[in-house]
């Protein structure tokens, strides 16, 4: 990104600078009101593509201590964000002062929404303690509200549990247009002349977003609410639902009565099910892992081991095996014990004739014909221990 110095900006005038605030607050004739629409750079478009990406990649190296989620939404029709705030211009519009785009501050997201449960959960009055005392009126559904309020946006004496990111624009193509607005008896409001038709009209020029998406980023932390004792995905879901009437209902920004900075097309973008499918991947591996360094670490130890005692091992393991019965039956492993006894290694004997006790296959009762074949492998054991 190109950084000027306002020293040298006649030189780069007719240059495609990329901080879309140099466009806006540089460049200003006086003698004229004209101003045109600011088109973002192809640099900066591309710079716009990977700060949602590193946004995304920040909430999900958060998702082990955080519940996160980003919400999608286009504006309904006009958006203009700091108007008020100290500009070169008369009027101004929000704009990151490092990646030079236009955003809305986390602070006012937060805000927004905060604004939005006070007004339509508690009658636009600021909420405290008191709803929560054996005096108050409040029922439990209004009791349960505050105690959500409280675990979301904290108090003065516990830190709420919900965080925003700023929100940064999302559509593909955007710029900041021309807008204007116009005050009629300007003499009059100053309290110069009065109210005549005859006075000049003031024509104040400023820029807006219009009908462009914009991504909100937000998280809870993973914990149960201290108050309300709801899950945090439980709290994340409330404070998505505040966030979505808060943008479709009392807005965000400036000149709201005028119809600015309200949302339509609201969704959630599902940053969630990618985390679980993060999760689920994380411990497949970290299970593989685990499973590949027992699998080692039993080969080693095998290889140190004697015939013998490799096949007590294997005996051993029959007891874990859903087949271990038909397992310690087969004929590989009866014909190698009996190899071993009779050569004096009698451990592998002894070790069956353990296993068979426990699943009540050594004293069994000689009238059942079909005992026969283990009734003759239990004999052929008994002859050497």
Not at 8 to 15: A, I, R, T, V
Request: aromatic residues 8%.
């Amino acid at each position: 990104m190109k950084i000027v110095h306002p020293k040298y900006l006649d030189d780069y005038k007719d240059l495609p600078l990329d901080h879309m605030a140099y466009k806006m607050n540089y460049f200003i004739k006086e003698s004229s009101n004209k101003q045109n629409d600011i088109n973002p750079t192809n640099s900066l478009k591309e710079e716009k593509s990977l700060l949602h990406a590193q946004q995304k990649e920040a909430l999900l190296s958060l998702s082990s201590s955080y519940e996160v989620e980003i919400i999608k939404a286009k504006t309904d029709g006009k958006l203009v964000h700091g108007f008020g705030s100290i500009n070169a211009r008369e009027t101004s519009i929000s704009i990151h002062s490092v990646y030079g785009i236009p955003y809305i501050p986390a602070s006012s997201v937060k805000g927004a929404m905060r604004n939005w449960v006070i007004q339509a959960c508690f009658n636009g009055m600021e909420p405290d303690q008191s709803i929560l005392s054996e005096e108050s009126e409040a029922n439990e559904e209004q009791q349960h509200l505050y105690k959500v309020y409280l675990d979301l946006f904290g108090s003065e004496k516990s830190r709420g549990m919900l965080q925003c990111m700023d929100a940064f624009i999302a559509s593909k193509d955007f710029k900041l247009e021309k807008d204007v607005m116009t005050v009629h008896h300007k003499e009059y409001y100053s309290g110069k002349q009065e109210s005549l038709d005859n006075q000049k009209l003031d024509i104040i020029n400023f820029y807006v977003l219009n009908n462009k998406e914009i991504n909100f980023p937000l998280f809870v932390a993973k914990k149960e609410g201290r108050h309300s004792k709801l899950s945090s995905n439980k709290l994340l879901d409330e404070a998505i639902c505040y966030l979505k009437n808060a943008l479709k209902e009392t807005g965000i920004g400036s000149k709201k009565s005028s119809s600015y900075g309200y949302f339509k097309e609201i969704n959630d973008l599902d940053i969630r099910k990618e985390v679980y499918k993060k999760h689920e991947k994380a411990a497949a591996a970290k299970a593989k892992a685990k499973a590949e360094a027992a699998a080692k670490a039993e080969k080693l130890k095998l290889e140190k081991m004697t015939d013998a005692e490799r096949l007590v091992y294997k005996i051993q393991q029959f007891k874990n095996m859903d087949q271990g019965k038909d397992e310690s039956k087969s004929p590989q492993i009866f014909k190698k014990v009996l190899e071993l006894a009779e050569q004096g290694e009698l451990e592998p004997a002894q070790e069956l004739k353990a296993y068979w006790k426990e699943i009540n296959q050594w004293d069994l009762p000689k009238k059942k014909k079909k005992q026969g074949k283990q009734l003759e492998k239990i004999e052929r054991l008994k002859k050497h221990i």
